[in-house]
């Protein structure tokens, strides 16, 4: 299961409130430029492709092949839709994939759903974006460069996307950085390959069937130097960052120790009440988790009273 | 040839189900919340949280037993978190011996595990209710009560209508392929082929699939512009919201606000 | 008194250069009811797009008596409904409702209004339950009667039908029939359904190769054995 792209979706739960606040602000910003840059420069056409195609990506999840030791191949579909789309379609098209595995099928929190968009649809759009297009510019064009730049900015952007995970569940102190860097780091360069060889396939078939849609030797879309530059910041960032982060892990720790402002207004509640108990008990962990037991009844008793008045009512009417 | 696993919405005569969906969205994105700000180990919390899951679970008639399957199956991530058991300093609970190595649990280092376990397995109680309950074309309309773009909603509009369009596609073809996927009695002849192989046959079938969502998406094109369709999207004024569902809401947000103040004292 | 349609002299090649129509020149009269006939790739589905200007060739083309142009291309498609052949490319919202009101949503009715007519047109096509309905959920049959109710709540004087009988079962074809009969509008209907043809329509035009080579009332045509089996026809 761990080797399966599922574990590109973080569920709720695992990020801190602090980190998916600010992944989900950075998220809001980057799609609204690009849902701004999408209204602008492309033809009204491309509103029914953009939803298609992201009913196609999600369908091409379920072609998955076996690799090796029970792990199998999938699609993220991050760099398909890039060399389909440009980049800023393809940002929200993969917004829009990301946005319904997690509504309809859980994969994927709620509110973590903006670090999940972060990952797939922007980390891994801009790097597959930065990467196909300067083998696009070396090759001059050619053959070689739609093949060897497709599968490069597959397999690297699910390997930096990874990455991203990684240092975001280290950040939030639920996975200590020098384990959860290597461990998805390893995982996705493999699961990359994946990733590589259906997008490979993928382009071959369009190659031979519908060239045009592979839009080769067209100039770079509007801002696409944008992408361009950010792609290969994310890919330069992280790529440092992790090691780095894998071998002084101190860093993320503080910053996983600091966040929670709950915690860091826990104490001095704690300081203002140092001795609440309930009346006859005197063992503080035990008072809570009687007070807990209590407040959990009281919740439920209301429960169970409407489900019952409703079974009733629904007997008798 | 008809896809109906992928739809999620079970109809039910409930009151969850009957709940306005955008109050019914908020509702569930500030009990994620609430459990996302509750401290580690904040034990109480989580057995308030859970007990409110759990009468909400009932009160949806989805079937307690179908809402925490489902929980289970969003749980391997959990792995993930595994390791903070070792890693994090504090009293030792039980050593193992691996190989050479010693791995002590700690205390502190257990309680995090279970605690980010715990919150993730709320939420996503929560977010199965969510989908379960409601029809995802009001889960639609919850969105653009709440903000979000008109372009984004219309992309998720056409994805989900063709997702099962597309995902019957994508059947077909895979029954195709495993149709001639067959075996040699021949020695030494491998069946299935290489790794690249199989990935290239696999991609090829998923171009297949971009080419006829390509075509397709001409011809939704064709069928929105003789209908009018300019590029602008438009839709129906959101109605307004009832008495009851502003009081749900407010009740909820209450039950949430308390629950989230005695993570603060405890 | 106008036509419902004039085309004159329309020819139209798609971009690869094939040549899809050669001077076609066609008139139907108000409430008048014909279908188009011809083998597979003589140019039914492409004449059926100029209607809307979905396409454009060269020639000229008249909806009651309006010359089809950009100008006025938002009134021209009001007027005509056009339904395609795959109702899954024409439902492309994610309830009946959506789908049904979406003509009248472009063509700036107030919300009421919309309601309303969405209503009617469920109506006409004896779907009116099934406003709250997901469109995937739906059979062929259901699906195929929506997607004419998502033009007929455009008020259309004029109604355009790319082979509505294709891939339904006889119980849903028969409803099918029995509704395009009691619907009072002008119609143009392609199809290889013979019996479809027979039973519906008076007047038959059969096109071949991107021209019309017959016109006339259908007993008539459908007589001519020969005519018919020229261009890959059966009689029913
Ligand atoms: N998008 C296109 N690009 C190029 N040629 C096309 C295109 N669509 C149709 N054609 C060609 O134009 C000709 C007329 O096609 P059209 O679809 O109008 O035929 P038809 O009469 O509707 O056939 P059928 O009964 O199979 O639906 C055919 O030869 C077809 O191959
Ligand atoms: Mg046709």
Not at chain 1, 113 to 139: D, E, H, P
Request: with cysteine; charged share 15%; net charge positive.
């Amino acid at each position: 299961m761990l080797l399966s792209p599922v574990a590109m979706h973080i569920p709720d739960g695992f990020l801190s409130t602090l980190v998916s606040l600010v992944l989900w602000a950075a998220t809001a910003i980057v799609v609204g430029y690009a849902l701004k840059r999408v209204s602008k420069d492309l033809g009204e056409r491309q509103v029914p492709l953009m939803g298609v195609l992201a009913a196609a990506i999600f369908a091409g999840q379920m072609l998955n092949f076996s690799v090796a030791g029970g792990t199998s191949g999938h699609l993220m579909g991050a760099a398909l839709a890039t060399i389909l789309l440009g980049p800023w379609a393809a940002i929200l098209v993969l917004t829009t994939v990301v946005g319904v595995q997690a509504l309809i099928f859980q994969d994927g929190g709620l509110l973590a759903m903006g670090a999940n968009i972060f990952n797939m649809a922007i980390v891994g759009v801009a790097v597959s974006y930065t990467v196909y297009r300067s083998v696009q510019k070396l090759s001059g064009g050619r053959k070689w460069g739609v093949f060897t730049g497709g599968f490069a900015a597959a397999w690297l952007s699910i390997f930096i996307a990874a990455l991203g995970v990684a240092l975001q569940l280290a950040a939030s102190g639920v996975s200590p950085a020098n384990i959860a860097i290597p461990a998805m780091g390893g995982i996705h360069a493999l699961i990359g390959i994946g990733e590589g060889l259906i997008t490979l396939g993928a382009l071959a078939f369009l190659y031979a069937t519908r060239r045009d849609l592979l839009h080769i030797g067209e100039p770079a879309p509007a801002r696409g130097g944008l992408v361009w530059a950010a792609g290969l910041l994310i890919a330069l960032l992280l790529a440092v960052a992790s090691p780095l982060a894998s071998v002084f892990p101190d860093g993320l720790e503080w910053v996983a120790g600091e966040q929670g402002f709950l915690e860091a207004a826990k104490s001095p509640l704690y300081q203002v009440i140092p001795d609440y108990v309930f009346p006859g008990i005197s063992n503080t962990t035990l008072a809570t988790i009687i007070a807990g037991i209590v407040g959990a009844l009281i919740v439920f008793g209301v429960a169970l009273t409407v489900a019952y008045l409703r079974r009733n009512r629904q007997t008798t009417g | 040839m008809h896809i109906h696993f992928l739809d999620p919405y079970r109809p039910r005569v409930s009151p969850i189900h009957q709940l306005d969906p955008r109050v019914k969205l908020s509702l569930t994105l500030v009990f994620i919340l609430t459990a996302a700000l509750s401290p580690i180990g904040a034990w109480p919390v989580y057995i308030l949280l859970f007990s409110l899951a759990l009468s909400i679970v009932l009160l949806s008639a989805l079937g307690v037993g179908y809402v925490l399957k489902r929980a289970s199956l969003a749980f391997p991530f959990v792995l993930a978190a595994l390791p903070v058991i070792f890693t994090i300093p504090g009293a030792a609970l039980v050593s193992l011996p691996v190989g050479a190595w010693r791995l002590t649990a700690t205390a502190p280092g257990v309680e995090r595990f279970v605690s980010v376990a715990l919150k993730s397995w709320l939420s996503v109680q929560m977010a199965i209710v969510l989908a379960a309950s409601t029809p995802f074309p009001d889960l639609l309309l919850a969105m653009r009560a709440l903000r979000i773009p008109r372009l984004l909603v219309a992309l998720f509009a056409l994805m989900w209508r063709y997702l099962f369009v597309l995902a019957d596609e994508a059947l077909r073809l895979i029954r195709a392929r495993a149709a001639r996927s067959g075996q040699s009695d021949l020695p030494g002849m491998r069946s299935g082929g290489s790794v690249a192989w199989r990935g290239r046959v696999a991609g090829g079938m998923a171009g297949n699939l971009f080419l006829r969502a390509f075509e397709r998406s001409d011809r939704i094109y064709m069928a929105m512009v003789s209908r009018g369709y300019d590029g602008e999207i438009r839709s129906l004024p959101l109605p307004a919201i009832g008495q009851s569902s502003w009081l749900t809401l407010a009740g909820g947000l209450a039950i949430l606000g308390l629950i989230l103040g005695l993570g603060l004292i405890f | 008194m106008h036509h419902s349609i004039e085309i004159e002299h329309l020819s139209f090649a798609y971009p690869d250069g094939h040549p899809a129509l050669r001077d076609v020149t066609l008139r139907i009269a108000p409430c008048e009811k014909a279908a188009l006939v011809g083998p597979n790739g003589a140019g039914k589905s492409t004449l059926m797009l100029h209607l809307n200007g979905i396409l454009s060739g060269k020639g000229v083309i008249r909806v009651s008596g309006m010359e089809l142009n950009p100008q006025n291309l938002g009134r021209v498609r009001s007027q005509v409904g056009l339904v395609f052949q795959s109702p899954d490319d024409q439902l492309f919202s994610p309830t009946v409702f959506d789908d049904v009101a979406f003509g009248p949503l472009y063509q700036g009715c107030p919300p009421d209004e919309v309601r309303a007519r969405v209503d009617e047109a469920l109506a006409a096509v004896h779907m009116s339950e099934y406003a709250r309905r997901v469109s995937h959920h739906l059979s062929v049959g259901e699906k195929k009667r929506i997607a004419i109710a998502t033009v007929l709540s455009m008020k259309p004087e004029l109604l355009v039908l790319d082979e509505p009988t294709a891939g339904l079962d006889p119980r849903a074809r028969r409803s099918l029939i029995r509704l395009l009969d009691e619907l009072p509008l002008t119609m143009l209907v392609s199809t290889h359904d013979m019996l479809l043809v027979r039973e519906l329509f008076p007047r038959t035009i059969i096109m071949d190769e991107g021209s019309i080579v017959a016109d006339g009332p259908t007993a008539e045509l459908m007589s001519n054995t020969a005519l018919l089996e020229a261009h890959g026809l059966e009689m029913p």
